[in-house]
Every structure is written in C-alpha cells, then in structure tokens.
C-alpha cells in the first residue's frame, strides 16, 4: 500500500490496551480511516510521568513494571509489522506529543481507549480543551455500559447488589472481537523525524532491561519465564485453560505459593495484552465441554470484581482518591507515620508473614490476593498509616498494577469505600496460622 502525504488521518493511541484482538477502540479507528479514506498511525507514548515521584517520596514505576509494559510494547510492535503497519514510539508528555502529531497532520483524528481515572482522563480533557478531534471508547469491560441493567452512573456501591442485578436473568457478555483484518497504511513520517526528534531518539534509546526475577516468585517471568505482551497472554490463557485448573480454582485461590493456586491472567489483563471478553469466553469454552461448577463460576465472580471497580470509577471518579473515599462522616485518624511506613516497605515491621510478604513484592513485583489483603490490611489498620501510601507501592511494584483494581481494594479496604461492614482487618497471626499452617511461606520469603 501506499503511504499517504501529510492530509488529515487517523491517529491511534494505544494506552492500556496493547493487543489486536478483542480491540473495539483500535476498531473504530480503522473504521473511521476507511470511511475517510485516509491513513491509520498506531502509536505508542512512553510516559515520562511514569517516572516521576510520587508525593510519599520514590519512583511512581519500578524497572521491573516498566520491563513488564515494555516487553507487551514490543509484542505488539511486532504483530502491527506483520500487517505491514508501524507502531511508531515516542517518549515524553502524551498530550504535548499528540498535540504536536495531530496539527503536522493537517488536525487529525486521535482515537484511544477511554480510561475513567483522574489522572488518565486529565489527558483527554487537555486535548480537549485543545480543540483536538478525540474519540475514546469504552472497552475494558466485560459487559458494555449499555448492556447494564441500571444507568452506568448508578451502579450499586455494594458489589453483591451490582452482580445480583446484572446476573438476572443472566449476565450480558459479548463474544471478543476477532483479531483485525488488516490495517489501514501509513502516513508518511519523514517530515516527523526532525519535529519530534527528541522524543523519538529517548524512545529509541530506552530499551527493555532484560529482568531476572527469582525463582521462588507464583509468576516467574523474565527472559526465562512468562513474557508480557499479547501472545504470550494468549499462549498462556490457552494452556490455563487446556488443563484441570479452572475445575479447581476455588479451592486454590487463596494460595500463596506456586503458578497453579490461581489463574496468572492479571498481568496481561493489567497492559491489555489480554482482553477480559477474551479470558471470559475462554471460561464459558472450558465450561462447554469439561462442565460448570462453583470453580469455573468463581473464575467470572471475580472478573465482575474488577468490571465492579470500573464502574465505581465512573460513578464516583476522584472521590476513591481521597483519604476519606466515599465517607461523609468526620473521620477521626492517626497522623500517616512515614516510620512505620517505611518500616513496612522495608519488610522491617517485626512481623514475619508481613514482611515475608513485603519481601515477595518488592523482589518478584507480583503477590497472590491473599497476601495483598494481609499487607494492606496492616499498613492500614496495625501501623495506622494512610492507605493511599501504601496503594502507591504497590502501584510502583506491581507488575499487575491496575489502577481501578489497586485503588478499588485499597479503599474497600480502608473502611472509607463500599465495604458493607465498613472496613476490614485481617488478623495477620491468625491469617498466618490458616493460610501457612506449616511455615513454608515465611520460610520460603524469609530472606
Ligand atoms: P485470580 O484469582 O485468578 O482472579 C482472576 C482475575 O479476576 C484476576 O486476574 C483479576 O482480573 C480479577 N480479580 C481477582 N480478584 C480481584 C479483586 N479483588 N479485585 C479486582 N479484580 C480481581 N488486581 C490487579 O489486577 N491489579 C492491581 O493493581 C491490584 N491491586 C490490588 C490491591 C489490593 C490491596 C488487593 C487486596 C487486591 C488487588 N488486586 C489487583 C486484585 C487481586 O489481588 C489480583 O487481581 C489477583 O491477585 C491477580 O492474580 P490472578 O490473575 O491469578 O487472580
């Protein structure tokens, strides 16, 4: 195909979808470049906020979670050159970027996926308020807003009212998407060479850092294990699903230790490498032929967790990002101690199943949900700090790290979200005594 001249296109900003399949937003675009006749540019921003501090005092992204991201970067830059596209990468300030992309390009189109955090939506308004053409679309959802039996910005607060409500009659899931067809061609980008000439060398010269994660990690990835990026998310959605695993999951999903205690997905999930439509029809496939039972349904239970945290997004928007969250009540609090703060980032609080835990974390930057539970649930209610410095770690460790689902479970858990018992504490001896009768775990992160 020939490449078109500098005329107006279609820009597309891969944000927290870096996949081709199940991908309804990079749909729209090809579809808006083929109703115009024009070009398709697939772009890829490295952010240079990511790198930032954040206001408890270290990086907001470890190299860890950046090698992960990378890694789902150039998976996808790769499949776009087999359908003889291009993602073209770029590092700096996305709105200054696409700002500068859309006016060389005679007032382009920018098409992204819609992401209802502050922080994320702060992006789109600025473009905005440029006057810059933008679409976004809703895509990380199982079900489409328009598929909810209520107005979206009426969600129930509490998620056993929300799944009831949206499992009667029954739950309303589209099939994926397939994989595109074909991509529309490039424009040409010679004359962006010298404009964006910063941007475009830092972007050249941060290449993935080839990680090594131990041994002992549940998710072991690195050069010789899991990789990011969309075929490996598919390769392993396959293989979770061509064993007995998904028969089991509930009598697993509280492990600590090992790949197999629970599905591994949230990686993938959390750079959109893997859609959750994708892993979703990839349950109902497994329950067609091997047979539903409470297992294979606790699978979907929790994927309605994370749909449950994007809905609150957009019903209640920075509000969960308060350390009151929801509450209107006066709160009577303990100042944020930035010793015991430390002392838990340091996994220096005194309390081995706690600091076992911190260690995992800060070394493999993946923990199962149990142990997420039990160290958030001290940092909060124990050491009597605030909860929003704690989301913060694990936002910069978490190779997982999705912001609906960190902040959503922080909060919950905080007391100040939509807990209906107001707030948990988890008893960490008695959490240590069920959940590692043996001592293997403590064992196994003592150092
Ligand atoms: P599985 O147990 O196999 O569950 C399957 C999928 O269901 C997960 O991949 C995830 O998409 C979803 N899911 C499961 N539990 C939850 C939950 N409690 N809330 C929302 N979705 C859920 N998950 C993230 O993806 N990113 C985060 O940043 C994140 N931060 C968390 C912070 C805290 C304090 C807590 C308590 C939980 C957090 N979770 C987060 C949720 C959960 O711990 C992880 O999704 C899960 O452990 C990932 O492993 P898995 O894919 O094997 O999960």
């Avoid at 460790?397 to 959503?408: A, E, P, W």
Wanted: proline residues 6%.
């Amino acid at each position: 195909m020939s490449s078109h001249h500098s005329s107006a296109g279609v820009i597309y900003w891969f944000r927290n979808d870096l996949r081709l399949h199940d991908q309804p937003a990079l749909q729209s675009a090809i579809e808006l470049a083929t109703k115009l006749q024009t070009w398709l540019l697939p772009v890829y921003i490295h952010d240079d906020a990511l790198e930032a501090q954040t206001p408890w005092g270290f990086a907001r992204t470890s190299p860890q979670r950046n090698a992960w991201t990378q890694m789902a970067v150039q998976d996808l830059a790769r499949q776009l050159s087999a359908f003889n596209s291009q993602l073209f990468q770029l590092k700096g300030k996305p709105v200054e970027i696409l700002q500068a992309l859309s006016h060389h390009f005679q007032e382009s189109w920018i098409v992204c996926e819609d992401i209802a955090a502050p922080y994320e939506q702060a992006y789109i308004q600025q473009l905005k308020d440029a006057k810059l053409k933008v679409q976004t679309v809703w895509q990380s959802t199982l079900m489409r807003p328009a598929d909810l039996p209520f107005d979206v910005r009426k969600v129930p607060d509490q998620f056993t009212t929300f799944r009831q409500l949206i499992e009667r009659p029954t739950i309303l899931v589209q099939d994926p998407l397939p994989v595109i067809a074909s991509m529309p061609a490039l424009p040409d980008i010679s004359g962006l060479q010298t404009k964006l000439k910063t941007q475009i060398e830092a972007a050249d010269s941060s290449p993935v850092q080839a990680i090594s994660i131990d041994p002992r990690s549940a998710f072991p990835w690195g050069p010789s294990g899991f990789k990011g990026g969309e075929t490996s998310a598919l390769a392993h959605l396959d293989q979770y699903c061509n064993s007995s695993l998904p028969s089991t999951y509930k009598l697993t999903r509280n492990g600590l230790m090992g790949v197999d205690y629970s599905t591994k997905w949230s990686p993938w999930l959390a750079t959109g490498a893997l859609s959750a439509r994708q892993a979703w029809a990839a349950v109902k496939a497994y329950e067609a032929m091997h047979g539903a039972n409470d297992s294979t349904y606790w699978i979907g239970f929790e994927l309605l967790w994370r749909d449950h945290f994007r809905w609150l997004h957009l019903k209640h928007g920075h509000q969960l990002y308060r350390r009151q969250g929801l509450s209107t009540q006066p709160q009577v609090r303990k100042a944020h101690s930035s010793e015991n703060f430390e002392a838990w980032c340091t996994a220096k609080t005194g309390h081995p199943f706690i600091d076992a835990g911190m260690r995992e974390l800060t070394t493999t930057s993946y923990l199962s949900n149990r142990m997420r539970q039990n160290l958030a649930s001290y940092l909060i209610h124990d050491l009597g700090c605030d909860w929003r410095a704690g989301a913060a770690w694990f936002e910069t460790h978490l190779i997982d790290f999705d912001v609906y689902s960190n902040q959503g479970n922080w909060l919950y858990l905080s007391g100040c979200g939509t807990d209906p018992r107001g707030g948990r504490r988890f008893n960490p001896d008695k959490q240590a005594k069920d959940y590692d009768p043996e001592g293997s775990y403590r064992a196994l992160w003592r150092h």
